[in-house]
């Protein structure tokens, strides 16, 4: 009998700083992934957690992954050549086909950026699939930028805003919340546009309902949920808002479904 | 055809029974109940129908014996992971039918959803036998009845107890060549509680609107409730479950990950890392586990959550009444249709 709770180990091969307090861990992949997917991750002994596969290739998958407690403390004392735990892939994941063919706009507030990031790349990498492309960024300052490279890199095909509420005299970038930046995006054929938006719930929110305001239809509207979870297969029932279970039917759903889910 | 055996021959069978079965019914443990010098009736091993309690209710559910309080996933060392076994015994469990409706419940979570099923309640429900206890008549706090909990025919065996015999209908062959030998053929058709004291309305689900989300009912349960979570670990059907790991020695490296029983009523239940909550205030929490009882889980699997056991009623130190609660979102829904 297969036991769904068993997690298996896997290598670390490398890992890297992006902010003071976030950092991303490359481990070894065997797995069929779709952008958007989480791993439950853990120690044996300490904990275990659900973090999103940021980016991944046949070879390797990214988790960039934000210290806050007892695993992710546990995590950060861990380098290249350890063993991790995971179970999974867990969740639906982005339907890439959604925005082939699209003016894609993706609006990202900061760890957001790290379930979307697999798309961006994807997108990044074939041009030629999308009508325009968009991304729009926010951080907090810019010290807690993510991804700094590759977003500039990003820069070069993609029309990327990148965004911090508050800074001080030194940015020379954008500023304030990635809200703003809706306002004043470039949005035409609002038909052959879909949109992404993941962050912090209260960024999600008001991002949605500025779309909506400028005329997008809320069905071409998409977003990534985050809640607790304790087993990620429909089980311990944390995940659970109404009949729906964020581990099961998201955690990407489109807004339609969204905006009817009352935790 | 039902067999009808005197207790005395009742209890040889099951004698003969536990070299193969565990058996588990209602027992009363004096002394532990809730305030002082009161009993506390749970589920407990047996080996006789003496020593199960049959005049009252069950205070906790018989849910643990398949799906335990706390159960170690697996134990680990610096290379190895090992997965503890459970005994070979099967189980037989003394229960009513309210329960083994619940028990479905529990199998719908467990077995159902999601593509994965759940090992661990899986390996331990395969070797479950249910033994119905008929019900004569409800307890004042059951409303089996308005849920569709009363009846039904997953049972093994149907056990109606009288003051010096039992009557069995036997569905299942091994425990019918048991009890037939030098039993009394006897005419009786299994009986169900068909009307409880408490009734209630069932508001059906597609009635069921966000207005009732937002409704201000649930402000009741903000002051009154305390989060104590007894109305779900009393309950046969609540499943939730928080993971919990735990080393032994300084170095990390032995362990084990188990889980533990988790209450939606209870702080934590929703809290995620930067302490960001879902549902602070009780009222939201009330209306979180009513929904799932009597409107989600229905919505997924087309049958209601609840069985009407009662015992949330039975257990909450608020007096907080669950049937009341339903009553209340009915109004609403009720209110909605006549505008
Ligand atoms: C689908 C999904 C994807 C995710 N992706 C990522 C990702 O890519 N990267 C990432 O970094 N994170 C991600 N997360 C979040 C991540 O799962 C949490 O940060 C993780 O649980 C932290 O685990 P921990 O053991 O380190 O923290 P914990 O020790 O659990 O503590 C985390 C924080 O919560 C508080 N807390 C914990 N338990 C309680 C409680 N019972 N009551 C009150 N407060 C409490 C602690 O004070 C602390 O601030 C994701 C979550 C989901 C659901
Ligand atoms: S909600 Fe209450 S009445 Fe319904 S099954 Fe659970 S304990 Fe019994
Ligand atoms: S038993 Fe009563 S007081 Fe305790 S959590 Fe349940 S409803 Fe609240
Ligand atoms: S994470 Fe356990 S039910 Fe979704």
């Known amino acids: 009998m297969n036991n769904p709770y068993l997690p298996r180990p896997i290598k670390i091969i490398d890992r890297w700083e992006e902010s003071g307090i976030d950092h991303t861990f490359r481990v070894e992949n065997d797995m069929n992934l779709i952008g958007g997917q989480f791993l439950q991750l853990s120690i044996p002994g300490v904990g275990e957690a659900p973090i999103s596969i940021s980016d991944f290739t046949d070879k390797y998958l990214d988790m960039t992954i934000r210290k806050v407690g007892k695993l992710t403390d546990g995590i950060f004392d861990l380098q290249a050549g350890d063993k991790i735990f995971v179970r999974g892939p867990y969740g639906n994941g982005f339907n890439l086909d959604q925005y082939k063919g699209k003016n894609l706009v993706i609006v990202a507030g900061g760890t957001g950026l790290a379930p979307v990031k697999n798309v961006v790349n994807y997108f990044y990498n074939n041009m030629d699939l999308v009508k325009s492309f968009t991304l729009i960024v926010g951080f907090k300052t810019p010290n807690d930028i993510l991804f700094r490279d590759e977003i500039k890199k990003w820069s070069e095909k993609i029309n990327v805003v990148l965004t911090v509420d508050s800074a001080d005299e030194s940015w020379t970038g954008e500023t ?12 035409k054929d609002l038909d052959n546009t879909e949109v992404i938006v ?66 | 055809m039902a067999y009808k055996v005197s207790i005395k021959q009742f209890n040889h069978v099951l004698n003969t029974l536990s070299d193969k079965y565990k058996i588990y019914g209602p027992k009363k443990i004096e002394k532990k109940g809730r305030y002082s010098d009161t009993d506390l009736v749970c589920y407990k091993p047996i080996s006789g129908l003496d020593e199960m309690e049959l005049n009252e209710k069950s205070f906790f559910s018989p849910k643990e014996i398949i799906y335990p309080i706390r159960e170690t996933l697996f134990y680990f060392t610096e290379d190895n992971v090992s997965v503890p076994s459970v005994p070979d015994e099967k189980i037989i469990i003394f229960l009513r039918p309210c329960d083994i409706n619940g028990m479905k419940r529990l199998d719908t979570i467990f077995l159902q959803n999601g593509p994965e099923q759940d090992f661990y309640y899986k390996r331990l429900r395969e070797k479950v036998k249910f033994f119905m206890i ?19 025919d997953e049972y093994a065996v149907a056990c109606k107890f009288n003051n010096d015999n039992v009557i069995l209908n036997i569905q299942d062959e091994e425990f019918k060549a048991l009890f037939s030998e030098g039993a009394e053929e006897v005419q009786h058709e299994v009986e169900f509680v068909e009307e409880n004291k408490v009734k209630v309305e069932i508001p059906p689900v597609d009635k069921v609107t966000k207005e009732v989300f937002e409704n201000d009912i649930w402000t009741e349960y903000t002051h009154r409730c305390i989060g104590c979570g007894r109305c779900n670990t009393s309950c046969i059907t609540c499943a939730c479950f928080t993971m919990q790991d735990q080393h032994y020695g300084k170095d990390n490296k032995m362990g084990e990950r188990r889980r533990v029983w988790a209450s939606c009523q209870v702080d934590g239940y929703s809290t995620m890392a930067g302490n960001h909550d879902f549902r602070t205030k009780k009222g939201d929490r009330m209306r979180f586990k009513t929904m799932h009882k009597i409107n989600d889980f229905h919505k997924r699997f087309g049958f209601h959550m609840c069985v009407g056991c009662g015992r949330c009623d039975d257990v909450c130190p608020e007096y907080i009444s669950f049937p009341k609660c339903i009553e209340k979102v009915n109004e609403i829904v009720k209110g909605d249709s006549n505008e």
């Open chain 1, 198 to 263: 993941v962050g912090p719930p209260i960024m999600m929110k008001f991002a949605t309902i500025e779309f909506v305001k400028r005329g997008l239809a809320e069905e071409k509207i998409w977003v990534s949920f985050e809640r607790k979870m304790s087993c990620g297969i429909g089980k311990c029932g944390h995940c659970k808002i109404d009949e729906t279970y964020v581990c099961l039917e998201g955690p990407v759903f489109n807004y339609v479904k969204a905006k009817e889910l009352i935790d």
């Open chain 2, 134 to 152: 008929e019900c004569n008549e409800g307890f004042d706090s059951c409303f089996c009845v308005s849920m569709n909990g009363n009846k039904t």
């Open chain 1, 176 to 187: 304030g919340l990635v809200t703003k930046h809706i306002a004043v995006c470039d949005m």
